[in-house]
């Protein structure tokens, strides 16, 4: 059974799904000789002891990437993949837009040539400072939305054509005007209940408060966890880390949203 698209939870009203989740997790838990566990399948409601069994499960079993899974008794896009397997969760690696996989390749290409701060942790270097230009602020600032800018405005030159994106060196500032450049938003609650709406080629935007965040190009998706290509971080995961990075992120790590300039 292929992921529905939204989160189960608690008081889910469709019966065919609570019953495959049952029938699923009395498999999975290996409940057939503990009856205080086992699940009623003929029972249509998603009630506490459902959510328990879901919890157990949670607690036992790790996402694709290893990861353990929240045990939060909700079945999620990637609760569901470890559930019924990676093949029944929407997955994408492939902009479906042109010009947005111009500029995935692009940062791709940054990423193989490992650019790196220099000196360390400044800020700095010939590659973080061609980023920043392009927003056209100097050395030294954080520089993880300049570094999309730079990729964006990198592929549109090549394509002889305007650069869609916003141009900002800020990631709240992107995200609040992006819109105004015809970019649709999509915010994280939507994103959570349906990672399918998450695409290659799209930005997400972090906020710590303060007026800092944290943004990069979305490179592919499996469920809930998507593949990344991020400038001003590391292996850390940082929003202060010292190069291009591929990383590995859950979707709902992203705290803000996604900005898509598809069709742009």
């Avoid at 608690?10 to 029938?23: M, R």
């Avoid at 300049?146 to 709240?172: Q, S, V």
Wanted: charged letters at 25%.
């Amino acid at each position: 059974m292929k992921y529905p698209g939204r989160i189960i939870k608690l008081g889910e009203q469709d019966a065919g799904i609570v019953k495959a989740l049952k029938t699923q997790l009395n498999r999975m838990l290996a409940v057939q000789r503990i009856a205080e566990l086992k699940l009623n399948v003929d029972d249509p409601n998603f009630g506490p002891k459902m959510k328990q069994a879901v919890q157990l499960f949670q607690v036992r079993h790790v996402d694709a990437e290893g990861r353990p899974l929240k045990p939060d008794g909700e079945v999620g896009s990637i609760t569901w993949a470890s559930l019924f397997g990676p093949e029944t969760v929407t997955s994408s690696d492939t902009a479906a837009d042109s010009f947005l996989a111009s500029v995935l390749k692009i940062a791709a290409g940054e990423e193989a040539k490992q650019v790196r701060e220099q000196p360390k942790n400044s800020n700095r270097g010939p590659d973080v400072e061609k980023y920043l230009r392009r927003t056209g602020l100097g050395p030294g600032f954080a520089w993880c939305c300049a570094f999309l800018y730079w990729c964006f405005d990198e592929a549109a030159i090549a394509a002889h054509r305007a650069n869609p994106m916003f141009k900002t060196a800020g990631c709240l500032d992107h995200w609040s005007n992006a819109q105004s450049k015809g970019a649709r938003r999509l915010l994280k609650s939507q994103a959570i209940a349906d990672p399918s709406q998450v695409q290659p080629g799209m930005i997400f935007i972090m906020d710590f408060g303060g007026g800092a965040g944290h943004t990069g190009l979305v490179e592919a998706v499996a469920g809930g966890l998507m593949t990344t290509i991020e400038g001003n971080t590391d292996a850390s995961k940082t929003r202060e880390g010292g190069g291009v990075y591929r990383l590995h992120r859950k979707i709902v790590e992203v705290n803000k949203g996604f900005i898509d300039y598809a069709g742009l």
